[in-house]
């Protein structure tokens, strides 16, 4: 027959009332509740614990148990990243979705940064060294120097999310050069020579955006193709801004067979202009896309895209984390997402 406890006041429910209930010490009580490892517990005693700390209702008290355990058992997510641009997509609702499940199920929680200048990374440094949250998992970063530079080291609870491996910090790599390959070589192969396309706004300033471009004219090139006169026009990775940069692209000399809007939502603003203008997608122009966002594939014509596994990629960072944080001597951790090619009936 399982234990009857009852609270013996009327106010919050304290550790000594879960201890009496189990017939054990309250240092007992907060090994078990703080999960404190090497504290030599048994599975029944352990038990005991959990099961007089539910039927009494108890809830922990955060700051107590910080300063009991030195944890926050928080996890910064930093996002460098311009803000008014950091929510336009679906990279980081995804990473979130998938970092936070994760990060939940162990207990943790996130809390969100949003920086965008370089030099913000010495508040990162800050929250890790203070002891303000656990652990730090930045995205956004076109190097590991920035973190080097404020004192961070391979030691400390850190993960970067970026485009290519790093050597010093762990990191998870997602190989977007490589991905963006898969939808082109898709175009190429299906005749396609005359290309016009909608790049990421700050393609010409970002190492990143830049590199995505510089590859995708090269690519071009070697192929036979060309990227037209007049038919390259940035958005902002809003629906809105692909609409009118591809107004802009039907306005050249001579209108290119595909346009590849570099991620999914100026993709769709591309289709938008075209059907607008009385060009029909694909039979007069086909549009290409890319990230792989869940509405490309119900959408008039369905996008081929690229998919990108963004959840995934949150999952694995919080799986990484965690085992940093309990495993403070581990090796560093190298991991590299792949991607999926998505051909639907805009390319044809």
């Known amino acids: 027959m399982g234990m009857r406890v009852k609270s013996s006041g009327t106010g919050k429910v304290t550790s000594s009332e879960v201890a009496r209930a189990a017939g054990v010490s309250r240092t007992t009580v907060s090994f078990v509740l703080n999960d404190k490892p090497g504290s030599n517990i048994s599975a029944e005693t352990r038990a005991r614990v959990l099961e007089a700390a539910r039927q009494l209702d108890y809830v922990p008290d955060a700051n107590?148990?910080?300063?009991?355990?030195?944890?926050?058992?928080?996890?910064?997510?930093?996002?460098?990243?311009?803000?008014?641009?950091a929510f336009a997509d679906t990279y980081l609702s995804s990473v979130l979705s998938g970092?936070?499940?994760k990060a939940k199920e162990a207990g943790f929680r996130i809390v969100l940064e949003l920086t965008e200048e370089d030099s913000e990374v010495?508040?990162?440094?800050?929250?890790?060294?203070?002891?303000?949250?656990?652990?730090?998992?930045?995205?956004?970063?076109q190097g590991e120097e920035p973190f080097e530079e404020v004192g961070l080291s391979a030691n400390d609870p850190v993960l970067l999310l970026s485009e290519w491996p790093f050597e010093r910090f762990s990191n998870i790599s997602v190989d977007l050069v490589g991905a963006q390959r898969k939808i082109v070589n898709a175009a190429l192969a299906a005749g396609h020579?005359?290309?016009?396309?909608i790049p990421y706004v700050p393609f010409k300033e970002s190492v990143?955006?830049?590199?995505?471009?510089?590859?995708?004219?090269?690519?071009l090139a070697s192929a036979g193709a060309e990227l037209l006169p007049g038919c390259?026009?940035?958005?902002?990775?809003?629906?809105?801004?692909?609409?009118?940069?591809?107004r802009r692209i039907l306005e050249a000399p001579v209108r290119p067979s595909v346009v590849f809007g570099m991620n999914d939502t100026m993709a769709i603003g591309a289709i938008k202009a075209a059907q607008g203008a009385g060009i029909s997608v694909p039979e007069d122009?086909?549009?290409?896309?890319?990230e792989g966002q869940a509405i490309t594939e119900y959408l008039d014509p369905p996008i081929s895209t690229v998919k990108i596994p963004w959840i995934?990629?949150?999952e694995k960072a919080a799986e990484i984390m965690l085992h940093k944080l309990r495993n403070p001597e581990a090796e560093q951790s190298r991991l590299s997402i792949g991607s999926e090619l998505q051909l639907r009936r805009s390319l044809i």
């Open 64 to 85: 107590a148990r910080n300063l009991a355990t030195g944890k926050t058992r928080t996890i910064a997510l930093a996002v460098h990243k311009p803000s008014p641009h």
């Open 122 to 141: 010495s508040t990162l440094a800050a929250l890790v060294r203070s002891g303000a949250v656990d652990g730090l998992i930045a995205t956004g970063w």
């Open 193 to 197: 020579r005359q290309f016009g396309c």
């Open 312 to 314: 995934d990629l949150g």
């Open 232 to 246: 390259v026009e940035a958005g902002d990775l809003t629906v809105e801004s692909g609409r009118l940069a591809m």
């Open 208 to 219: 990143s955006e830049k590199r995505r471009f510089e590859d995708f004219k090269n690519q």
């Open 99 to 101: 970092l936070v499940r």
């Open 285 to 290: 122009i086909s549009v290409i896309g890319f």
